[in-house]
């Protein structure tokens, strides 16, 4: 049987003494677009960076292709690592460089590309988010739906097999943020990535979402998984008030 792509497994999310999850399990297809949701500090965000390697779990273990990532040093995490690219809720675009050159950068220091080869890539990547013609702007420059872009050219720098989005609507307009999810599906269909989306935005969800995972804050633990459009009708109230926007 052909292992989860990525596969969650008891995952206790801690700093320290405080538990901010615990006994979190799911897996996610080749190819699919899975959601981590649930209200505002709920750690959503915090399940992410656990699973792309920045925070250590405090028990369980992150599965990728069957193979586990914090079973090993940290040498052979950081090729887990190169797996994935991730878009940040800030896009966390340096400032001082051009989107070019934000793009360029990923490309040679873990692509190993050449200075020339790299910009011909970043101009290609910038050119598929639709930001031809603005590789010369700085961030500062261009509007936050265009940095979210510019951040996700970034991120698919590296032709990376899963793509971690988190929170990408936040502080877009509609138009903006249904521009954005368009991008994603194109990029899952032409590439076959795996998408892992961040998000309480009920639109993305069920737009995007092909399944699903319900973090609960005050219970500290999953409390539901599905397909969205499924959780609708779920037994629990507080999913079902949160899928319908309190509308039950």
């Known amino acids: 049987m052909t292992p989860a792509h990525v596969e969650v497994r008891g995952l206790t999310l801690a700093f320290g ?20 949701m649930g209200d505002s500090g709920c750690g959503k965000s915090t399940l992410m960076r656990h699973m792309i390697g920045l925070n250590r779990p405090a028990a369980g273990d992150v599965l990728y292709d069957g193979r586990e990532m914090w079973a090993v040093d940290e040498e052979e995490r950081e090729l887990f690592k190169k797996r994935f690219g991730v878009l940040y809720q800030s896009a966390a675009l340096f400032s001082s460089m051009t989107l070019e050159e934000n793009v360029s950068l990923a490309l040679i220091e873990h692509g190993g590309l050449e200075w020339t080869e790299a ?14 013609g603005f590789e010369e702007y700085y961030p500062s420059e261009i509007s936050g739906g265009m940095r979210k872009r510019a951040g996700l050219a970034r991120a698919m720098a590296l032709d990376p097999e899963i793509l971690y989005f988190d929170e990408p609507s936040a502080g877009l307009d509609p138009l903006t943020s249904r521009r954005l999810d368009d991008l994603i599906l194109e990029l899952r269909d032409s590439a076959g990535t795996t998408v892992v989306l961040v998000t309480h935005e009920l639109p993305s969800i069920f737009e995007l979402g092909d399944n699903a995972v319900f973090l609960d804050a005050e219970r500290k633990t999953m409390i539901a998984q599905g397909k969205p459009n499924e959780l609708k009708e779920s037994a629990d109230p507080k999913v079902r008030a949160f899928m319908s926007r309190g509308r039950l």
């Open 119 to 132: 910009r011909e890539v970043a101009q290609l990547k910038l050119a598929l988010v639709g930001l031809a």
């Open 17 to 36: 003494e405080v538990v901010v999850q615990r006994d979190i399990s799911f897996a996610i297809r080749r190819g699919e677009v899975f959601v981590i």
